[in-house]
C-alpha cells in the first residue's frame, strides 16, 4: 500500500517535474515570440553581467535579458509572464545600474530587463514657475545633471555617486547632504509611469493613482517597474565653496551638525564622517576635496584620537561671489570645531556633485573597483546616536574603517510618511553609513570575513540595545526579518503587493516574496 502511494506520488512529481521542464525549455521561444522594438539577450556574457552588481558577493544568472526599447517592451515580457500565471516560477527584475549590495537586482532564472537601454521618448526639460524635468526609469542622475544645467537648472535633491538610475535610487530614497532641507528624492518627485506585475502601464502621482505613487517610492522594485519619472528641479548655482572642520568631542559635532539643518539659510550641504585612522582625512576614497591649504592639512595631528569631520557646501552663482564668503564666514563662527582644522575649497558645482566619480576613476585604475563591498547603512534615531557611537566607534571599529564611515542628520518632516521607505521614529534621525571595501583574499582586518563580522557586531549591538534602528538599503534573508524591519507598515506593505504584484514576479533579489508556485 505504502509502495503504490510512493510510486503514484513519484509518478506525479516525475510529471510535474518534465512538464516544468518542458516550460522552462519552451520560455525563451515563448518571450522572443512577443512582438517588442527591443529584444531579449541569451548569451552566456550578458546573463553573466546581469548577474553581476556592485557588492559583488552575489551572483545568480537570470534566463533572460530583456533590452526594452520602450515601456510598452516592459509591459509586453510582464503581462505574458503574468498570463503564464504561477506555474511558469519566471519572476523579473529591472536592473538600473546594477549599483546594489546584494543581488537586489538579480532574478535568478528569471527575466532582468536592463533599464538603461530604455531611452525614449527623450529626456524633456520644462522650464517655468515649477521647473521639472521628465525622465526614463533608466536614466542616470549624471545625465540628468548635465542636460538640465543647459536650462540653469537641476534637481534639488542627490546621492553622493550620480553614476545610479532613477529607477534604482527611488526605489531606494537616494539619500545626500541635500536632504535634510529638500527631504530624499523620493521626496522631489511629481509624477511616475508604472509597469506593474500585471503587466499594466500606470501613470500616477499625488493626485492620480495615489496609492500606487507612494508605495513605488522605496518601494523596493516590488510594486512596479518605474519607466518614467518627472523630478523637481531648482535654478542650478556655478560653483560651490566646500568646507570640512574637524572635531575630537563627539557631542559638538553632533549638536553642530543638529544646529546646522534646523536652520534656514545655513549650508545646501550637510554631511560628516567619522575619521578611524589619520589616513582617512586625505586618503578618503570617496573624496575628491582638495584643501586650499594642503599643507596645513596635511600638517594636522590627531593624535591617533578618531575625530568628526563636518562636511559642508554653500552654492553660488558667480554674482553672488563677494557675498558668499562672508556668509560662510559667519555660519561658520558659530561652530565648535578645532580651530585649526577649516579646510576650504571651491569647486564647480558638476565637480562637487560628481566627486565620488573622481575617486572612481582612481581606483578603477588600480582595479580596486570591482571588488567586494559588504556595505551597512542605518538610520539611528537621534537620542540614541551618542550611545551608538561610544560602542560602535569606541569598541567595534577600533582600529580602521576598511573604507568611509559617513554620519549626519536628516529632518523627518522632510520625508512623505505615505511611501513604502521605512525610518525611525524621531524628527531627527541619523543616516551612518559604514562604506566598506574588502581587499580581495585578505584574511585580514580588511578582508571580507572581518569586515562581515564587524557589521553582524553593530547590528546584534542595536538589536540588543533596542536602538530603533532602521536598515537604509536593507538586506535580509528571511521574511521573519522583513516583518521586523517593516514594524507596523508591514500590513500595509503586504497589501499593496497583493493589489500591484499579486503573483510575486517582481524584484526577487530583495528576499521579500517568493513567486507562489
Ligand atoms: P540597481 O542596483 O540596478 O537596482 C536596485 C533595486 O531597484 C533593485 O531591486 C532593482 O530591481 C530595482 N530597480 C532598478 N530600477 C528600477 C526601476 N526602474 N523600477 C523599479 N525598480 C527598479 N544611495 C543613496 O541613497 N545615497 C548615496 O549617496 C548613495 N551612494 C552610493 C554610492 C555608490 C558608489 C553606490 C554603489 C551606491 C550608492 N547608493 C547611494 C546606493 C544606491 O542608491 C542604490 O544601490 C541604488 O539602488 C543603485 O541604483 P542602480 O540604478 O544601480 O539600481
Keep these: 500500500m505504502f509502495l503504490r502511494g510512493f510510486t503514484i506520488l513519484f509518478l506525479s512529481c ?13 520560455i525563451p ?33 537570470p534566463m533572460a535579458v530583456l533590452h526594452p526599447e520602450s515601456a510598452s517592451d516592459i509591459a509586453a515580457t510582464i503581462k505574458h509572464i503574468w498570463l503564464m500565471g504561477p506555474r511558469s516560477q519566471l519572476t523579473v527584475a529591472a536592473r538600473g545600474h546594477g549599483h546594489s549590495l546584494q543581488g537586489q537586482a538579480q532574478a535568478h532564472g528569471g527575466v532582468v530587463i536592463n533599464m538603461e537601454s530604455l531611452k525614449v521618448p527623450e529626456m524633456q526639460v520644462h522650464v517655468g514657475n515649477t521647473p521639472y524635468v521628465s525622465v526614463s526609469g533608466g536614466e542616470l542622475w549624471i545625465n540628468i545633471l548635465h542636460e538640465t544645467l543647459k536650462y540653469g537648472l537641476a534637481p ?41 506585475g500585471t503587466g499594466d502601464m500606470v501613470k500616477c502621482s499625488k493626485e492620480q493613482n495615489e496609492d500606487l505613487f507612494h508605495s513605488v517610492l522605496g518601494g523596493l522594485g516590488q510594486f512596479g517597474i518605474i519607466t518614467r519619472a518627472t523630478i523637481l528641479l531648482e535654478p542650478a548655482p556655478d560653483m560651490v565653496k566646500w568646507t570640512r572642520v574637524l572635531y575630537s ?15 534656514e539659510k545655513s549650508f545646501d550641504y550637510i554631511e560628516g564622517f567619522v575619521i578611524i585612522n589619520r589616513t582617512g582625512l586625505l586618503n578618503n576614497w570617496r573624496s575628491s576635496f582638495k584643501p586650499q591649504d594642503p599643507v596645513q592639512a596635511s600638517q594636522f595631528n590627531s593624535d591617533g584620537k578618531t575625530l568628526y569631520c563636518l562636511e ?23 561652530l565648535n570645531f578645532i580651530p585649526s582644522t577649516l579646510f576650504l575649497t571651491e569647486v564647480t558645482y558638476i565637480d562637487f556633485l560628481d566627486r565620488v566619480h573622481v575617486s572612481e576613476v582612481k581606483l578603477r585604475s588600480k582595479g580596486l573597483w570591482n571588488i567586494q563591498h559588504p556595505w551597512l547603512n542605518l538610520f539611528i534615531p537621534k537620542s540614541n546616536i551618542h550611545h ?20 549626519y542628520p536628516l ?42 563580522s564587524q557589521n553582524k557586531r553593530i ?37 499593496r503587493k497583493c493589489v500591484y504584484d499579486p503573483l510575486a514576479i517582481l524584484a526577487p533579489g530583495q528576499r521579500i516574496f517568493q513567486k507562489s508556485i
Excluded at 432 to 442: D, E, G, R
Excluded at 461 to 485: D, T
Aim: hydrophobic content about 40%; aromatic content about 12%.
Design 312 to 334: 559642508l557646501a554653500k552654492y553660488f552663482t558667480l554674482e553672488e561671489i563677494n557675498v558668499v564668503n562672508q556668509e560662510v564666514e559667519k555660519h561658520l563662527s558659530h
Design 388 to 407: 551608538f557611537a561610544q560602542v560602535v566607534f569606541g569598541n567595534i571599529l577600533t582600529e580602521t574603517s576598511n573604507g568611509p564611515v559617513l554620519i
Design 156 to 196: 534639488r535633491s542627490w546621492t553622493d555617486y550620480l553614476h545610479l538610475t532613477v529607477g534604482g535610487t527611488l526605489s531606494n530614497a537616494g539619500v545626500s547632504g541635500q536632504a535634510f532641507r529638500h527631504g530624499p528624492q523620493i521626496s522631489n518627485v511629481h509624477q511616475l509611469e508604472i509597469v506593474t
Design 14 to 26: 516525475t510529471s510535474i517535474i518534465i512538464h516544468l521542464n518542458f516550460c522552462l525549455s519552451t
Design 29 to 61: 521561444f515563448s518571450l522572443n515570440s512577443l512582438p517588442l522594438a527591443g529584444n531579449f539577450s541569451f548569451d552566456e556574457v550578458t546573463l553573466s553581467h546581469a548577474a553581476r552588481d556592485f557588492g559583488n558577493r552575489y551572483q545568480y544568472n
Design 411 to 452: 529632518n523627518k518632516s522632510m520625508w512623505d510618511n505615505k511611501t513604502s521607505v521605512v525610518i525611525p521614529e524621531e524628527d531627527i534621525f541619523y543616516l551612518v553609513a559604514f562604506l566598506a571595501s574588502a581587499v580581495p583574499s585578505s584574511n585580514g582586518t580588511d578582508g571580507l570575513e572581518h569586515i562581515i
Design 459 to 495: 547590528l546584534e549591538y542595536c538589536q540588543r540595545a533596542n536602538l530603533g534602528v532602521k536598515q537604509y538599503l536593507p538586506h535580509y534573508m528571511s521574511q521573519e526579518e522583513w516583518r521586523a524591519h517593516f514594524g507596523p507598515q508591514w500590513e500595509a506593505f503586504v497589501q
Design 249 to 263: 568631542d563627539f557631542t559638538a559635532f553632533t549638536r553642530d551638525q543638529e544646529q546646522l539643518i534646523s536652520e
